[in-house]
């Protein structure tokens, strides 16, 4: 392909504009080869079509895929920079652990941002694997992302050669977490490949902090060797998202080679043997207002009706933290609607994370379960948000779904005759709980069919 000295250097400022990243001087013939593919690929006329083409559209497109895998650099290993593995398990994940371990929420959000072929968010799996003895009682959400999907895509195989093994890389690393398989590679332990999970995310998207990118609420970030090669605004911009990724102490691991230091505000920088992490300062408390959940979208799958949070007693000791659990609630709920149970089961994680007792959340839990069939745990979910209110009318239908499910008729009854007799002296036209279209008339005509359908003599 016949390019001018120009046409390359529209292509590198539609780069680094998009991606962050720069064009290598010394990859331009590799390039045009690709541009040419694209072409040939997208049917276009022209590199200047393909350029206006390429601006109109996100870095994820299948468009841009070739020209990532020539502009990306992807090296990484396992347990990369000895001494911030180190830090990360003698001393920040053990932290982590020990406080989440207190609060009776066993529960770890992380996230390896630029995870290239995924060593670096496998070493964080391996790590943990190793210093929790109980790990079945945890769940974690370790999530990694990155802007090459063909690098995603090799780390979701975890089939690793020789080279993702340096000097660095912990010598009994290889021998107790990998298979060796017939062609000189080494297979991944499928426990740990579980724990991470591999999604596209473009650093300079504003796709973050945000639910539905599941990057909300982490306790850590690790980012390392990314921005080296990106404009300092850039990086500044980058940081302030982890900023409102972070949890209050939430920590964010960076390269050696990042350090401008003065776009950690809101961090405290923690000196560590021959590393520097950077710690989010803690949350002050501020009033905040808190917001209302809005019914207009409620278009949901869920068999019954949910009742609003401000409904139920909640032990949130601030105003802020009630209002990030009525948004995770929220968007527990909207998930839900669009049958996005990732979303519904991370969601939920989070709001009760800031309260463990919010009846709403294992009512939600309950819900969802059953609709996945998962009906052990459906029920323990709504046994649970009962333990957390006992007046909670709606768990009390739901539990009864659940028994009738399970052909016990006895326990259904009970439960929906619990439900008739608590609202018994209710007005018709009252709601059966806050925002909620579903009136006790019609809560009443209900019960009235369901107990009405279970069989005689039960
Ligand atoms: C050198 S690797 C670092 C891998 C790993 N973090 C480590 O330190 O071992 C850099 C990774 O950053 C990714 N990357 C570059 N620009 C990005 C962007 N704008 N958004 C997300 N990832 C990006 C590249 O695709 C590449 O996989």
């Not at 003895?133 to 079945?136: F, G, N, Q, S």
């Given at each position: 392909m016949n390019l001018q000295p120009s046409d390359l250097q529209s292509l590198e400022a539609l780069v680094s504009q998009k991606t962050g990243l720069k064009v290598d001087k010394n990859r331009h013939s590799e390039i045009l080869k690709t541009l040419g593919n694209m072409l040939e690929a997208a049917k276009l006329p022209n590199f200047q079509e393909l350029l206006r083409t390429l601006a109109d559209?996100?870095?994820?497109?299948?468009?841009w895929r070739q020209l990532i895998d020539r502009v990306t650099i992807g090296e990484t290993y396992f347990f990369r920079d000895a001494a911030q593995c180190n830090v990360l398990q003698i001393s920040v994940l053990p932290d982590l652990i020990a406080k989440r371990r207190a609060t009776g929420f066993k529960h770890l959000s992380l996230w390896s941002a630029g995870c290239a072929t995924g060593e670096e968010p496998y070493t964080l799996a391996i790590m943990l694997r190793e210093m929790i003895?109980?790990?079945?009682d945890w769940t974690f959400s370790l999530l990694a992302t990155d802007i090459n999907i063909t690098s995603l895509e090799t780390a979701r195989r975890g089939i690793y050669r020789p080279?993702?093994?340096?000097?660095?890389?912990?010598?009994?690393v290889q021998g107790r977490w990998f298979a060796k398989c017939d062609n000189n590679t080494f297979e991944l332990d499928a426990a740990v490949r579980k724990m991470v999970e591999f999604a596209p995310l473009n650093l300079?998207?504003?796709?973050?902090?945000s639910f539905e990118s599941r990057t909300m609420n982490l306790d850590l970030i690790i980012c390392r060797n990314?921005?080296?090669?990106?404009e300092q605004a850039t990086t500044r911009r980058i940081i302030e998202h982890f900023h409102g990724c972070l949890n209050s102490e939430g920590w964010l691991v960076v390269g050696h080679a990042e350090p401008l230091v003065s776009a950690y505000e809101g961090f405290v920088p923690r000196n560590f043997p021959n590393a520097v992490l950077y710690q989010k300062e803690a949350d002050q408390p501020q009033l905040m207002p808190i917001q209302h959940a809005a019914p207009a979208h409620r278009d949901r799958v869920m068999p019954m009706p949910v009742v609003e949070l401000q409904s139920v007693p909640e032990i949130a000791p601030t105003r802020v933290v009630k209002a990030r659990a009525v948004d995770a609630v929220e968007a527990a709920r909207m998930a839900a609607g669009r049958e996005d149970w990732e979303t519904v089961r991370r969601s939920l994680m989070m709001a009760e994370r800031h309260n463990p007792m919010n009846p709403q959340v294992h009512y939600l839990r309950g819900l969802m379960l059953m609709q996945q069939n998962e009906l052990d745990d459906a029920f323990s979910a709504l046994r649970r948000a009962i333990y957390c209110d006992s007046s909670f009318v709606l768990a009390h239908y739901a539990l009864g779904e659940l028994y009738e499910k399970r052909g016990n008729t006895a326990e259904a009854m009970r439960c929906w005759l619990r439900s008739q007799r608590s609202i018994a002296e209710r007005q018709p036209e009252d709601q059966v709980a806050p925002n909620e279209e579903l009136t006790v008339e019609m809560f009443r005509d209900l019960l009235s069919y369901r107990l009405g359908s279970l069989p005689a003599g039960d």
């Open positions: 559209c996100a870095t994820d497109d299948p468009l003895p109980d790990i079945a080279h993702s093994f340096r000097q660095e890389t912990r010598p009994d300079l998207s504003e796709d973050y902090p990314v921005t080296i090669y990106f």
